[in-house]
């Protein structure tokens, strides 16, 4: 019994079509849809199935980037639905983008997602409010590839929303804003725009800003997910998947993505997020200033005429440092 599943929905596009015909002789095109500790989910054209990596892949994959993860396209064995054991996932197709952290205490990159077309970069406008962090995972979003676009969670708990939205401006310069509420929905037809039919889209931002509160909205159903996507649940629940695709009715697909604390900047481009700042380096009087204690600084005239923010420099200076620092440490190993 064969159900045909629409693979452009899950963006299948032609480039993936002639990269697959090229390579996989007798092999089947599936999407990866869920991470779980011990494997993968897999969609093909039949429908989902476990899959876990060839002996080969795992043998050659030295560096955990080179592991399948949410949305890669990749080669299977086999495209059935469930019945026939997993499905051997033998290639990882290219990938168009990825957003990556370093782990923790090293200078190994992880990928956490692939293929992402829009980063929902989420901020609650209580607490959570950091103008610092947003210009991080702004320059860590632009620098993927993927459109960004910031979500100011939990509207309903801010007394000055303009005010708020007016500071974001600034420290996002030519990014997408959206207010939400998860009250009264607010936001979330905006947010709906990003997801047509095939796109996908990822939520990052700290826990507890309200990412799978809005998922959950857009999914328009109590998915299990709040609790289901934690690795250690307080229930002592056996929760194992890590990611997954999500499909949201009306179009598009999201993918929660917890761990985003410790998030780095894996590329040095910070030309985007900060080009304000780039662009008005072009006056100063030394092409190689450093906006630090040089004369004709351009850009210090800037924050003393407030017209930049004295913690946007700063800010720009410890992304900057921390890139030279991982260019360094990736040039010794
Ligand atoms: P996540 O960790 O980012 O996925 O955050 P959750 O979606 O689990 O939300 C954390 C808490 O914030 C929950 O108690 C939610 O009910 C609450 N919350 C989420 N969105 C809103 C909102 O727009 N307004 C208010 N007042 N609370 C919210
Ligand atoms: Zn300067």
Same mark, same amino acid.
């Given at each position: 019994?064969?159900?045909?599943?629409?693979?452009?929905?899950?963006?299948?596009?032609?480039?993936?079509?002639?990269?697959?015909?090229?390579?996989?002789?007798?092999?089947?095109?599936?999407?990866? $849809? *869920?991470?779980?500790?011990?494997?993968?989910? %897999?969609?093909?054209?039949?429908? /989902? =199935? #476990?899959? @876990?990596?060839?002996?080969?892949?795992?043998?050659?994959?030295?560096?955990?980037?080179?592991?399948?993860?949410?949305?890669?396209?990749?080669?299977?064995?086999?495209?059935?639905?469930?019945?026939?054991?997993?499905?051997?996932?033998?290639?990882?197709?290219?990938?168009?983008?990825?957003?990556?952290?370093?782990?923790?205490?090293?200078?190994?990159?992880?990928?956490?997602?692939?293929?992402?077309?829009?980063?929902?970069?989420?901020?609650?406008?209580?607490?959570?409010?950091?103008?610092?962090?947003?210009?991080?995972?702004?320059?860590?979003?632009?620098?993927?590839?993927?459109?960004?676009?910031?979500?100011?969670?939990?509207?309903?708990?801010?007394?000055?929303?303009?005010?708020?939205?007016?500071?974001?401006? $600034? *420290?996002?310069?030519?990014?997408?804003?959206? %207010?939400?509420?998860?009250?009264? /929905? =607010? #936001?979330? @037809?905006?947010?709906?725009?990003?997801?047509?039919?095939?796109?996908?889209?990822?939520?990052?931002?700290?826990?507890?800003?309200?990412?799978?509160?809005?998922?959950?909205?857009?999914?328009?159903?109590?998915?299990?997910?709040?609790?289901?996507?934690?690795?250690?649940?307080?229930?002592?629940?056996?929760?194992?998947?890590?990611?997954?695709?999500?499909?949201?009715?009306?179009?598009?697909?999201?993918?929660?993505?917890?761990?985003?604390?410790?998030?780095?900047?894996?590329?040095?481009?910070?030309?985007?997020?900060?080009?304000?700042?780039?662009?008005?380096?072009?006056?100063?009087?030394?092409?190689?200033?450093?906006?630090?204690?040089?004369?004709?600084?351009?850009?210090?005239?800037?924050?003393?005429?407030?017209?930049?923010?004295?913690?946007?420099?700063?800010?720009?200076?410890?992304?900057?440092? /921390?890139?030279?620092?991982?260019?360094?440490?990736?040039?010794?190993?």
């Amino acid at each position: 019994m064969k159900r045909n599943i629409d693979m452009s929905g899950l963006g299948l596009s032609e480039i993936i079509l002639s990269e697959a015909a090229a390579l996989g002789e007798g092999l089947h095109l599936a999407r990866v $849809t *869920a991470q779980h500790r011990d494997g993968y989910s %897999v969609m093909t054209e039949n429908g /989902e =199935n #476990g899959a @876990a990596v060839s002996g080969r892949l795992n043998y050659r994959s030295s560096a955990p980037d080179e592991y399948p993860v949410v949305v890669d396209w990749v080669l299977v064995d086999r495209a059935d639905e469930g019945a026939n054991g997993n499905a051997v996932i033998h290639r990882i197709l290219t990938r168009k983008n990825s957003i990556e952290r370093g782990t923790a205490g090293g200078t190994r990159r992880q990928v956490l997602a692939a293929n992402i077309d829009t980063i929902f970069l989420c901020m609650s406008l209580n607490y959570d409010f950091n103008l610092r962090r947003i210009e991080r995972y702004l320059a860590i979003a632009w620098d993927s590839g993927a459109m960004p676009v910031i979500v100011l969670t939990k509207a309903d708990l801010c007394g000055d929303v303009p005010e708020k939205v007016a500071q974001v401006q $600034t *420290a996002a310069p030519g990014a997408d804003i959206v %207010v939400t509420s998860a009250l009264n /929905e =607010n #936001g979330h @037809a905006e947010l709906r725009k990003y997801l047509s039919k095939g796109k996908t889209a990822v939520f990052l931002g700290s826990s507890g800003v309200g990412k799978s509160t809005l998922i959950n909205g857009l999914l328009g159903t109590k998915v299990q997910l709040t609790k289901g996507i934690r690795e250690n649940d307080s229930k002592g629940r056996h929760t194992t998947t890590r990611r997954q695709m999500l499909m949201v009715p009306d179009g598009g697909a999201v993918i929660d993505t917890p761990g985003l604390r410790e998030i780095r900047i894996a590329s040095p481009d910070l030309s985007k997020a900060f080009s304000d700042i780039e662009e008005l380096a072009n006056s100063c009087r030394f092409r190689d200033c450093k906006h630090e204690t040089e004369p004709g600084c351009a850009v210090k005239r800037a924050v003393e005429d407030r017209s930049i923010s004295a913690g946007r420099l700063e800010n720009y200076h410890k992304l900057r440092r /921390e890139l030279k620092h991982i260019q360094r440490s990736e040039t010794m190993t």
